[in-house]
């Protein structure tokens, strides 16, 4: 299974459309996953025309998305189980406050974006994974986004792209 991982979209503030990049990189996905600050309920939407979209709402989201994808959850997929969180909050780096957020349950896996920076780490058992911005990058040289490939093992990886242009 190949799953599409992006987070902090911030659109329309920060893009007016799904950059070329992003799409690109997301065909043949089978599953597209937000972890947070879509901004506007019609980004998923947009994404849903590349793949079917699951994830979790961020501090910058309105009540629509809050209702349709809640704050936290955990998916079960090709045999792992995966955790999304957004990350947001005031306690700890974002790092800590996503492992806290699943203490006290058994993931493979922890997805989570707000800092706009891309982040893997293998943590007590669990790996960490924020997929950057694909649309403010902040700090970061790049935009970005991740590919998870789950089989007999787990793979992520960022992919890197300079310029947000869409079609």
Known sequence: MRIGVVS?????????????????????????????D??????????????????????????EIRARFGRKKILQLAGFKIGVVHGDGSKWTTEKRAREAFRNETVDIIIFGHSHAPYREEVEGALLFNPGSPTDKRRQPLFSYGILELGQTLEARHFFYPDKSWN
């Open 38 to 63: 879509w901004v506007a309920p019609d980004v998923a939407d947009l994404l849903e025309e590349i793949a079917p979209v699951e994830g979790v709402s961020g501090n910058n989201d309105g009540e």
């Open 8 to 36: 902090d979209t911030h659109m329309p503030s920060r893009a007016n459309g799904i950059p070329k990049e992003l799409a690109e990189g997301l065909k043949g996905v089978d599953l597209i996953v937000h972890a947070g």
